[in-house]
C-alpha cells in the first residue's frame, strides 16, 4: 500500500477546505445552496480606482502598509496598479497574445534578474479565491519600494533584510497578478462563488454551464483516458456544469495559452507558483498519483498504466506512481518546507506540506504541466512547481472562499512571507 502521512489522511478526510467544495469534487454542479449567511460576502470590492489612472502606485502591507487597503482590488486595479509600477520605478511590463473571451488582456510584469528571469508567481486563476491577486501585486510593491528605500519587509511576525530583498530581486521575476480577469469580474459583482472562466462555447443554456475551470485545462494528462475509470470523473470533468469541467481540449482557453506562452517566452524560469485558496496548503508535484523515485518508466507518457493512474492507494511498486527523481523530489520538499515554515510564522496559523495528489488526484492542472514539461520535451527548461493554498476559509460567507477583514490581512502577510521565503529558497537550491 502506498503510504500517507497521518496529517494527509485528515486532510483527504476534510475535502471542504480546498479549492473544490465537497459537492464540486465529484463533478456536481451544486453551487450556491450552501446553507451559510447569504448576505454575507466578506470583505468588502473595491469602488473607483485607487491607483488614479497609474499616477499612484501600490504598496504592499510588508513596507508600512500605504496603499488603502480596507477594499479588495478590482480587475481594473490590477491594471492601473502596474501602471503606478512602471511610473514609480521603471519597470517592464507586457501584454499576453491571447484575448479572454470578453476580449481583455492579461498584464504581467518583470522584476529584477538583469534580464534574466528565474520565478514565475501567478495569481487568480479561479475567480472566487479573492485576494490571490491582491497578494501578488502587493507582494512586488514591496520588494520594489524596499528595493528603491533600502529596507527590509516586515510580514506579521516574520522579518526580511534589505540584504535578502536584493538576493530575492536576483531571481528576476516574471508575474501575472490576474489571468482570468473575466472570471474574477464576473465573481466580484454577482457574488455568486464563480470558479471557472467565462468562455460560453459548451454553454447548454444555464448559467452554470458557462465557462471552464482553467486548472483542468493544461495539457497534462488532460484527456480522461488516461485515467482510472474509479477517478476519471473525478481528476476532471466533461460536463460544461462541473466546477471541473476541463474544456474542450487541452489549451482551449484563452487564458491557459497565456500561462504556456509565457513558459515558452521566458526559457529559463526554473520556480513557479500558482497562487489558490483556500486549504492552508503548500502542494508540489505530482498530481497525478503517489510520487516514486525508482522506476522512471512510470510516468505520465506511458499509455501502459492508463487503467491505473490517479488511485492513490495502490502500490506503487506493483501497481502505479508518478516517477520524479529522488533529487527533484529532495528539492521541491526542501522548498516547500521552507515556504510552509515562514507562513506558519507570519500570522500563526498552520499550514501543511504534501504533494498535491494527497490533497485529490487531478488532471490539466497549472504545477503539473509546468514541471512535466521537461519531461515531455527534454529541450524544455525543468520547472519545479507548487500550488499554494492560502487562508482557511469563511464559515460566515454566503462563499467560503470570500475572507473577512481580517482573514484578508492574515492571507497577505502568509503569502507574501511565503513568496519571499521562495525566492530566498530558490537562489539557495538553485536557478540553472
Same mark, same amino acid.
Given at each position: 500500500?502506498?503510504?500517507?502521512?497521518?496529517?494527509?489522511?485528515?486532510?483527504?478526510?476534510?475535502?471542504g =477546505?480546498?479549492?473544490?467544495?465537497?459537492?464540486?469534487?465529484?463533478?456536481g454542479?451544486?453551487?450556491? =445552496?450552501?446553507?451559510?449567511?447569504?448576505? +454575507?460576502?466578506?470583505?468588502?470590492?473595491?469602488? *473607483?480606482?485607487?491607483?488614479? &489612472?497609474?499616477?499612484?502606485?501600490?504598496?504592499?502591507?510588508?513596507?508600512?502598509? $500605504?496603499?488603502?487597503?480596507?477594499?479588495?482590488?478590482?480587475?481594473?486595479?490590477?491594471?492601473? *496598479?502596474?501602471?503606478?509600477?512602471?511610473?514609480?520605478?521603471?519597470?517592464?511590463?507586457?501584454?499576453?497574445?491571447?484575448k479572454?473571451?470578453?476580449?481583455?488582456?492579461?498584464? *504581467?510584469?518583470?522584476?529584477?534578474?538583469?534580464?534574466?528571469?528565474?520565478?514565475?508567481l +501567478?495569481?487568480?486563476?479561479?475567480?472566487?479565491?479573492?485576494?490571490?491577486?491582491? =497578494?501578488?501585486?502587493?507582494?512586488?510593491?514591496?520588494?520594489?519600494?524596499?528595493?528603491?528605500? *533600502?529596507?527590509?519587509?516586515?510580514?506579521?511576525?516574520?522579518?526580511?533584510?534589505?540584504a %535578502?530583498?536584493?538576493? $530575492?530581486?536576483?531571481?528576476?521575476?516574471?508575474?501575472?497578478?490576474?489571468i482570468?480577469?473575466?472570471?474574477?469580474?464576473? %465573481?466580484?459583482? &454577482?457574488?455568486?462563488?464563480?470558479?471557472?472562466?467565462?468562455?460560453?462555447?459548451?454553454?447548454?443554456?444555464?448559467?452554470?454551464?458557462?465557462?471552464?475551470?482553467?486548472?483542468?485545462?493544461?495539457?497534462?494528462?488532460?484527456?480522461? &483516458?488516461?485515467?482510472?475509470?474509479?477517478?476519471?470523473?473525478?481528476?476532471? =470533468?466533461s &460536463?460544461?456544469?462541473?466546477?471541473? #469541467?476541463?474544456?474542450?481540449?487541452? #489549451?482551449?482557453?484563452?487564458?491557459?495559452?497565456?500561462?504556456?506562452?509565457?513558459?515558452?517566452?521566458?526559457?529559463?524560469?526554473? !520556480?513557479f507558483?500558482d497562487?489558490?485558496?483556500?486549504?492552508?496548503?503548500?502542494?508540489?508535484? !505530482?498530481?497525478?498519483?503517489?510520487?516514486?523515485?525508482?522506476?522512471?518508466?512510470?510516468?505520465?507518457?506511458?499509455?501502459?498504466?492508463?487503467?491505473?493512474?490517479?488511485?492513490?492507494?495502490?502500490?506503487?511498486?506493483?501497481?502505479?506512481?508518478?516517477?520524479?527523481?529522488?533529487?527533484?523530489?529532495?528539492?521541491?520538499?526542501t522548498?516547500?518546507?521552507?515556504?510552509?515554515?515562514?507562513?506558519?510564522?507570519?500570522?500563526?496559523?498552520?499550514?501543511?506540506?504534501?504533494?498535491?495528489?494527497?490533497?485529490?488526484?487531478?488532471?490539466?492542472?497549472?504545477?503539473?504541466?509546468?514541471?512535466?514539461?521537461?519531461? $515531455?520535451?527534454?529541450?524544455?527548461?525543468?520547472?519545479?512547481s507548487?500550488?499554494?493554498?492560502?487562508?482557511?476559509?469563511?464559515?460566515?460567507?454566503?462563499?467560503?472562499?470570500?475572507?473577512?477583514?481580517?482573514?484578508?490581512?492574515?492571507?497577505?502577510?502568509?503569502?507574501?512571507?511565503?513568496?519571499?521565503?521562495?525566492?530566498?529558497?530558490?537562489?539557495?537550491?538553485?536557478?540553472?
Amino acid at each position: 500500500m502506498k503510504l500517507l502521512h497521518a496529517s494527509n489522511l485528515l486532510l483527504l478526510a476534510g475535502l471542504g =477546505s480546498s479549492c473544490l467544495l465537497p459537492e464540486e469534487r465529484a463533478g456536481g454542479s451544486i453551487r450556491r =445552496s450552501l446553507g451559510r449567511r447569504q448576505g +454575507n460576502s466578506g470583505k468588502a470590492i473595491g469602488k *473607483g480606482d485607487r491607483f488614479n &489612472s497609474g499616477s499612484s502606485f501600490p504598496r504592499g502591507i510588508g513596507s508600512g502598509n $500605504a496603499t488603502d487597503m480596507s477594499t479588495i482590488l478590482t480587475v481594473n486595479e490590477v491594471t492601473t *496598479g502596474l501602471q503606478g509600477l512602471v511610473k514609480e520605478y521603471g519597470i517592464q511590463t507586457f501584454t499576453t497574445p491571447y484575448k479572454t473571451y470578453e476580449g481583455r488582456t492579461i498584464q *504581467g510584469a518583470k522584476i529584477g534578474g538583469s534580464g534574466q528571469y528565474h520565478v514565475y508567481l +501567478n495569481g487568480g486563476i479561479h475567480a472566487r479565491e479573492r485576494g490571490s491577486h491582491d =497578494s501578488v501585486l502587493y507582494f512586488i510593491s514591496d520588494l520594489l519600494y524596499a528595493q528603491k528605500h *533600502g529596507t527590509g519587509l516586515t510580514y506579521g511576525k516574520k522579518s526580511y533584510t534589505n540584504a %535578502d530583498v536584493t538576493k $530575492a530581486l536576483s531571481t528576476g521575476i516574471i508575474v501575472t497578478p490576474l489571468i482570468n480577469p473575466d472570471g474574477v469580474n464576473y %465573481d466580484q459583482t &454577482s457574488n455568486s462563488c464563480w470558479r471557472k472562466n467565462r468562455n460560453p462555447k459548451s454553454s447548454t443554456g444555464s448559467a452554470s454551464t458557462i465557462g471552464v475551470d482553467l486548472n483542468r485545462n493544461f495539457d497534462f494528462a488532460w484527456d480522461p &483516458s488516461k485515467w482510472a475509470s474509479s477517478v476519471a470523473s473525478e481528476v476532471a =470533468s466533461s &460536463s460544461p456544469s462541473s466546477e471541473v #469541467f476541463r474544456g474542450t481540449a487541452a #489549451f482551449s482557453e484563452p487564458e491557459t495559452q497565456n500561462m504556456k506562452y509565457i513558459l515558452d517566452t521566458y526559457t529559463k524560469i526554473r !520556480w513557479f507558483i500558482d497562487l489558490h485558496s483556500y486549504a492552508g496548503d503548500i502542494l508540489y508535484s !505530482w498530481g497525478s498519483d503517489t510520487d516514486q523515485t525508482t522506476q522512471s518508466y512510470k510516468n505520465f507518457l506511458n499509455a501502459t498504466y492508463n487503467s491505473v493512474r490517479g488511485i492513490t492507494s495502490d502500490s506503487t511498486t506493483s501497481k502505479y506512481g508518478e516517477y520524479i527523481s529522488a533529487e527533484d523530489l529532495s528539492n521541491v520538499q526542501t522548498v516547500g518546507n521552507r515556504l510552509g515554515s515562514v507562513m506558519n510564522t507570519a500570522a500563526g496559523r498552520k499550514y501543511t506540506v504534501m504533494q498535491s495528489a494527497y490533497l485529490y488526484p487531478t488532471s490539466g492542472a497549472s504545477d503539473d504541466y509546468a514541471f512535466s514539461r521537461h519531461i $515531455a520535451d527534454p529541450t524544455k527548461n525543468k520547472v519545479y512547481s507548487y500550488t499554494v493554498e492560502f487562508g482557511f476559509g469563511n464559515s460566515q460567507a454566503s462563499c467560503p472562499f470570500y475572507p473577512t477583514d481580517a482573514q484578508y490581512t492574515s492571507n497577505l502577510q502568509e503569502t507574501n512571507a511565503g513568496f519571499m521565503e521562495f525566492l530566498l529558497a530558490a537562489v539557495d537550491v538553485g536557478l540553472e
